[in-house]
């Protein structure tokens, strides 16, 4: 046996279940359906079919165009061009739409809609993995059949400017290039203008085939401002310019030059939301618009409404029209009317090669593939087209011949289309064995703290933990052994290849070692807890404790929420599930004020609602060590009152009580109209919203100045003289900021001056934040390491939390500044009139602090939609894109809510540990628990739900916000065993 600490205890449960979340994510999210060939070869392009002979066409076809130029717009949505804005911003590209030579449509992007998969999907013609959010901010080089490898194989010379991840997933494949960085979001001229001032100069040379041009100061716009930004419109205007400078130098080039046509292509990596993101699945985020631009198309007379194309068919398209071989994995079919002036001969010709490249695809994806119906159809089209070739050479010119091709060239365009809905089908090829071994880690570390609870959350809050007797057993070897025949047997007879056996043996074997020793530790622990329930059962003395109606509350909330994420629409607006039972929790609240206030009698005003444990009874519990019994002993009530209700008389208090939870309620009403969020309602103008439009700004520069000034009188209470002051600078500074990037202006500013990144002035913050969380930390070494003084634990842990407060102030946008004094106000009201003086113990607290976390990570404005996430908080005080600090500010910004009431908890319950030593244990294994139980759930549902239609749209990204904040919770439960003064672990 061995005696180990409660938060310890739950510390270690969630490393382990962070380990198991990692490997079953690196599992779910697969890989798309891939050729076995390497890349796709000239000698690989099928001979045309031809009924009993052999044709002469065998060859691939010559290239339709002599140049390309590829001017992809980084988040151009499609209203952007064939809208409103496209008609008051970019006139010339409207008149090309209208009365010029261009093929228009709506390519519709797959989820997720960032960045650097949409690249992928551009030059591959396939749908990369949804993991590929995370790749997205370090992108390795694609080793990918694609556009850029053919066209330098074939000896064309591609020209690149813009984007830097063009240059990481293409190292050596431009004999041109300059890249600009994507992330630093805060500039959007510079990042475009370094684009556009090489283009005078290529645009007249003759030494280029491709040229490839990635702006994306619209993008930056977005995320700073939104899509309704005045910004937008002298954005759009400066990329109508630039596309009349392109296309005016194509056709001055082709009117020297009698050579093949020219072909500029306009189009959209992805969309932009209406919070100006981008990374789920809504309409403004996957339809992207796409012109083509070319004297070889006929001449319009009007604008026609554009048609669907998926963003996959560009790739064949672009390969066909540039005479290269289409890269194996691309999923698209040709778009038609690019060809549709070549001979119907010539059509069908490519058609074919199209259909050949997909058929293959499909044989390599798919087991079964001849029964697929796209493949049967194929087949009757080629038999047909080899019959019409014969007729063809034969000389015959009826209408026979006519009809028959028309007949094969639609046969072809069917079976195209259902080949390439076969394969996207077929998307997912999950790694079922790393999945399994995943979520068979999570689902023991749940049912371990579950089986611990009673003993976790006892008045010692330490328990014994069966190791000694597992690790020696037979049965622990016996399970090693089987597991590792197993993963012997997996690994050499899987067809496709699984992550987790590809790692070392060594770690191989730890795991398995890891998964037989939480087995048998479940099954002693089991034992044990049979064998305590058979004492109890002998020895009537021992009875349970009563269970409060708060606590049947928090249960059933608890179970409710997380069976809600079995059905797609509840994770769409999970929001609305939290801010229910927030409410209903602060009504529960209400009851127990009036229960206590009202309905006790006058001599039982002093005991909680809660049942009250007495040193005596405290005292005989441990005699029965507690068995079955969750409670938290607490010490003379009225040393407490006197300590956290200074300054009230006990009827002001009472009414201070009853009007807390009222109070709560209004606040979180007023913050849910701040930020629209989920997805059925998100589109719908909020407060936040009218804050931010340019006619506001005095308004938002107003809320924001009170904002700030009332988080300095909330948190300066508690602070050193020293900090106090650095707090103070620290929001001027944030003030500063946020001037100098044109959100707000000072009352002193008479005319706006050019925006700027705002660097000196978040460095100015960054100092102070360093400077408060220097001291706090400081203080807390001394009171663990050198003395145990209370107090200057207390004021270290408060400090703490001063220095994250004020940087969620930097990274919160001005308009969600009341989201973070709405959050202080909660925090301080109902530590001074509920949790204390209703006297609930340190679990009933950590659950409700777990509550208002979760809800207020949904009033921040996110979702659980990847398009939610500010990514522009990662680029604060920043001059340019740094990995590291990048990511940890932008999840800080996305999960402050949570992470400030976890860090509050722990100063709550610091402080109430004189009455209580155990609280802290009893909080991190509560919040541990808590945590683990959704994600536990939620895993087991989305491997049931992994061929659901909206795996990839709707349950995919909750996913990855849930093995983000399990990351999270494991660093805040270490946090809270480093805060624990009684750590120990005994054998």
Not at 954 to 960: A, D, E, G, I, Q
């Amino acid at each position: 046996m061995v005696r180990i600490r409660s938060s310890v205890f739950a510390s270690c449960c969630l490393i382990i279940e962070v380990v198991g979340v990692a490997l079953f994510l690196v599992g779910f999210f697969p890989l798309p359906p891939k050729s076995r060939a390497m890349k796709s070869r000239s000698s690989d392009i099928p001979a045309e079919p031809y009924a009993g002979y052999s044709s002469n066409w065998t060859n691939l076809p010559p290239p339709l165009f002599r140049r390309v130029v590829i001017m992809l717009v980084d988040a151009m949505r499609d209203d952007f061009v064939f809208g409103d804005n496209g008609k008051a911003f970019m006139p010339y590209t409207r008149h090309v739409l209208e009365q010029g030579t261009s093929h228009n449509f709506i390519a519709k992007a797959k989820p997720p809609t960032v960045t650097m998969p949409r690249i992928k999907a551009l030059v591959t013609g396939s749908v990369p993995g949804f993991v590929d959010v995370i790749m997205n901010l370090n992108s390795p080089a694609l080793l990918e059949d694609n556009l850029i490898w053919q066209a330098k194989d074939a000896g064309r010379r591609i020209v690149f400017y813009g984007d830097d991840t063009w240059l990481k997933l293409f190292p050596k494949h431009f004999v041109e290039h300059d890249g600009t960085t994507s992330f630093f979001v805060s500039d959007y001229k510079e990042v475009d203008n370094n684009v556009t001032r090489h283009l005078d100069d290529v645009l007249k040379r003759e030494d280029w085939d491709m040229l490839i041009l990635h702006y994306l100061g619209l993008d930056h716009i977005g995320h700073l401002t939104g899509p309704h930004s005045p910004l937008i419109g002298s954005k759009l205007k400066e990329m109508d310019d630039i596309v009349k400078k392109i296309h005016t130098a194509l056709q001055s080039k082709e009117e020297v030059a009698a050579s093949l046509p020219n072909l500029l292509v306009i189009c959209g990596d992805h969309g932009m939301s209406e919070t100006g993101s981008h990374g789920g699945s809504t309409d403004s985020e996957v339809r992207t618009p796409l012109v083509l631009i070319s004297s070889a198309f006929p001449k319009k007379d009007s604008f026609i409404v554009p048609a669907y194309v998926e963003q996959t068919d560009i790739t064949p398209t672009l390969a066909i029209g540039f005479g290269l071989p289409i890269p194996q994995n691309s999923l698209g079919h040709l778009i038609l009317p690019v060809i549709e002036r070549r001979s119907m001969r010539e059509q069908l010709r490519l058609l074919h090669i199209n259909g050949f490249q997909l058929s293959k695809l499909l044989q390599n994806s798919i087991p079964a593939y001849e029964k697929d119906p796209g493949f049967e159809m194929f087949r009757v089209s080629e038999r047909l087209h080899g019959s019409w070739v014969k007729l063809y050479l034969e000389g015959n010119t009826s209408e026979v011949l006519t009809n028959l091709g028309r007949k094969v060239l639609q046969q072809y365009l069917d079976a195209l289309r259902t080949m390439s809905s076969s394969l996207s089908k077929q998307l997912s090829q999950y790694d079922l064995y790393s999945m399994i071994v995943g979520a068979v880690i999570i689902l023991q570390v749940l049912l371990l703290l579950l089986l611990s609870t009673s003993e976790a959350l006892c008045s010692s809050a330490e328990f014994d933990v069966p190791l000694s007797s597992p690790l020696f057993s037979l049965l622990f070897y016996l399970l090693c052994l089987v597991l590792s025949a197993v993963h012997v047997i997996v690994c050499t007879s899987a067809e496709s290849s699984c992550y987790f056996c590809k790692i070392s043996w060594l770690m191989a074997l730890g795991a398995i070692m890891l998964v037989s020793a939480l087995f048998c530790v479940i099954l002693s622990t089991i034992g044990k807890r049979c064998a305590s329930w058979q004492s109890q059962t002998k020895s009537p003395s021992v009875t349970n404790s009563d269970w409060s109606e708060l606590d049947i509350l928090l249960l059933v909330g608890t179970l409710g929420h997380v069976l809600s994420l079995g059905a797609s629409s509840f994770i769409e607006e999970e929001h609305q599930t939290w801010y229910f039972l927030l409410n209903t929790l602060c009504l529960a609240l209400f009851q127990d004020v009036c229960r206590k206030y009202f309905l006790l009698p006058e001599h039982d005003l002093e005991l909680s609602p809660c049942r009250r444990i007495t040193s005596e009874d405290s005292t005989s519990s441990q005699q029965h060590s507690y068995r079955g019994r969750v409670q938290v002993p607490h010490y003379d009530d009225d040393k407490t009152k006197g300590a956290t209700s200074p300054g009230f008389g006990a009827d002001n208090l009472k009414w201070f009580a009853l009007a807390t939870p009222w109070i709560t309620l209004v606040l979180c009403r007023l913050l849910r109209s701040l930020n629209q969020t989920g997805i059925k309602w998100a589109h719908r103008p909020d407060f936040g919203h009218w804050l931010t439009s340019s006619e506001h700004r005095a308004e938002l520069s107003l809320l924001a100045a009170t904002s700030l000034l009332l988080i300095f009188i909330l948190v300066q209470r508690r602070c050193s003289l020293v900090s106090k002051i650095a707090l103070a600078l620290g929001l001027l500074g944030v003030y500063s900021y946020r001037a100098a990037i044109g959100n707000v202006v000072f009352p002193w500013q008479q005319v706006s001056k050019d925006i700027s990144k705002g660097v000196i002035e978040a460095r100015f913050v960054y100092v102070f934040v360093l400077g408060i969380l220097f001291t706090g930390t400081k203080d807390l070494l001394k009171s663990q390491v050198i003395s145990t003084d209370s107090k200057t634990r207390s004021v270290g842990l408060w400090e703490v939390y001063s220095g994250l407060v004020l940087l969620a102030a930097l990274l919160f946008r001005p308009h969600n500044l009341p989201v973070l004094v709405f959050c202080l106000l909660i925090q301080n009201v109902m530590t001074q009139f509920i949790w204390t003086n209703l006297d609930y113990d340190a679990a009933q607290v950590t659950i409700m602090h777990y509550w208002f976390g979760q809800a207020f990570f949904y009033f921040q404005g996110n979702s659980n939609n990847i398009a939610t996430v500010d990514i522009s908080a990662g680029f604060v005080g920043l001059e340019n894109y740094v990995e590291m600090p990048a990511v940890m500010l932008t999840a800080f910004a996305t999960y402050a809510g949570p992470l400030l009431w976890a860090v509050y908890l722990v100063c709550y319950l610091s402080s109430e540990s004189i009455r209580s030593p155990v609280a802290i244990s009893h909080g991190c294994f509560c919040y541990a628990l808590m945590r683990s139980i959704p994600v536990t759930v939620y895993i087991i549902l989305v491997t049931v739900l992994r061929y659901h239609l909206f795996i990839w749209s709707v349950f995919s990204p909750k996913l990855l916000y849930e093995g983000m904040h399990a990351f999270i919770t494991a660093a805040v439960c270490i946090f809270f065993t480093a805060m624990d003064r009684k750590q120990s672990i005994k054998t």
